[in-house]
Structures are given as structure tokens and as C-alpha cells.
């Protein structure tokens, strides 16, 4: 079955650090990737996301990620984290090729940047 | 970006009572909704597609007669826990898929307490 991996449960920085979240998939044929962030109180919210084409997709807030084929892996990256980005960060997998199908979600990973 | 609501926010029933939660898109037609449940420290697990006009499509494990779901207009879901038992308690989040550009934004979830 499909599953998606994200490697750390919680992850703490100071801020203007370098954040890499990781996140892996086990479907081999065609995906869609997403990353999706849940700020505290708030409903889920769509950060990035990759159909097809250039494997590094930049999404808001100055996130951006890279879809490598190889390693099944789509990891997100931000080169400065600031405060506000404590947040709860999911991964997140359509298979098949579609951009509208059922989104399976990787455990989440809790994000805390100290000021 | 698009607006998804969801109603009541949370909710505490008795064992045994029935317990409906509605979800809304608010300026876009959906014809696919999707539902999930999260429990605590945990991912999102989608429970439900709910396609307009036509029977919901469960995922494997989720009881249908348990989780009624009707998507009655191109606006509203509704998802009903039926004879409510304390291991239902969770958090129930829904996602509406926007017809026109299939993108997937979320509402804000419902927090079920049975007791």
C-alpha cells in the first residue's frame, strides 16, 4: 500500500536557521507531491506542490522543495526560518498522475522556532 | 484563496447519540469532497470521497453505516456518526475539491467528544 514518510516528529530551531524536512514515498509509478502546513488554530493550507517539470518547486513563503525521482524523496527546505513558521508541516501524495485524487498524508512533523 | 467551512467546530454528544457535521465550500462549486479523521499525533486519515449526486466511496476499515456521508449540492457534505461511542471521539476534517481548477483546500476540522 501506499505510504509517505516523514522522517522527524518535531523539529526545533532558532530562528534564521536552515530548515530541511524530509518526506518519502513508496508508490513507484506516477505521483503528485504536496507539502501542506497547519498553523496553530488554523485549518490546513497548501505550501507547494509538484505535478510534472522542474523537480525544485517554489512554493509561499520563501519554501521551496525537491522532487527527487531517485530517492523517492520530496524534501522542503527554507534557507532562514522565522517565528512565524511554527507550524505542524505534512507531506502529502496523490498516485496515479492525478491532481484531484485522494491525498495520503505523512504523520506530520511539528516545526518550533525560537526567537 | 477559496473558503471551506465546516460546522459546528466542535461537539460533545452522549454514547449512543448521533452526531452531523457539515462541511461547506463558500465561493466554489465541489463536486468531490473528501473527508478525514486525525487522531492526536497522528496523520490525516482519509475515511471517505463524497461525490455529488452519487454514493460516497469508503476506504477500507472505514464502516459505512456508521460514517453516513450525503453530498446533497455542489456546496455541501455532510458527514454523520451514527450510535456515537467514546473510540469515535476525534478530530474530523474535510476537503473540498475545486471543480474548476482541482485544486484541494481544507476546512477547519470539527472536534467530536463522545462520552
Known amino acids: 500500500a501506499q505510504s509517505v514518510s516523514q522522517h522527524n516528529h518535531h523539529v526545533i530551531l532558532s530562528e534564521a536557521a536552515s530548515l530541511e524536512l524530509g518526506c518519502n514515498y513508496s508508490?513507484?509509478?506516477?505521483?503528485?507531491l504536496f507539502w501542506y502546513v497547519q498553523y496553530p488554530g488554523q485549518h490546513l493550507q497548501l505550501l507547494l506542490k509538484y505535478f510534472s517539470g522542474d523537480p525544485l518547486v517554489k512554493g509561499i513563503k520563501g519554501f521551496e522543495a525537491e522532487f527527487i525521482k531517485s530517492k523517492f524523496s520530496f524534501n522542503l527546505r527554507k534557507p532562514s526560518v522565522q517565528w512565524s513558521d511554527t507550524a505542524e508541516y505534512f507531506c502529502?501524495?496523490?498516485?496515479?498522475?492525478?491532481?484531484?485524487?485522494?491525498?495520503?498524508f505523512g504523520q506530520g512533523t511539528i516545526l518550533t522556532v525560537h526567537p | 484563496g477559496a473558503v471551506v467551512s465546516q460546522h459546528p467546530s466542535r461537539v460533545i454528544c452522549k454514547s449512543g447519540t448521533s452526531v452531523k457535521i457539515e462541511c461547506r465550500s463558500l465561493?466554489?462549486?465541489?463536486?468531490?469532497m473528501f473527508w478525514y479523521r486525525q487522531f492526536p499525533k497522528k496523520s490525516l486519515m482519509l475515511m471517505a470521497t463524497?461525490?455529488?449526486?452519487?454514493?460516497?466511496?469508503?476506504e477500507q476499515g472505514v464502516e459505512k453505516d456508521k460514517f453516513l456521508i450525503n453530498h446533497a449540492s455542489l456546496t455541501l457534505s455532510t458527514l454523520t456518526v451514527t450510535s456515537a461511542h467514546p473510540e469515535d471521539s476525534s478530530f474530523y476534517i474535510c476537503?473540498?475539491?475545486?471543480?474548476?481548477?482541482?485544486?484541494?483546500?481544507f476546512g477547519p476540522g470539527t472536534r467530536l467528544t463522545v462520552t
Open positions: 508508490y513507484g509509478g506516477t505521483v503528485n
Open positions: 465561493d466554489f462549486q465541489a463536486t468531490t
Open positions: 476537503s473540498a475539491l475545486d471543480s474548476r481548477t482541482y485544486e484541494q483546500y
Open positions: 463524497s461525490n455529488e449526486g452519487s454514493k460516497a466511496t469508503y
Open positions: 502529502a501524495v496523490i498516485q496515479g498522475g492525478t491532481s484531484y485524487g485522494k491525498l495520503t
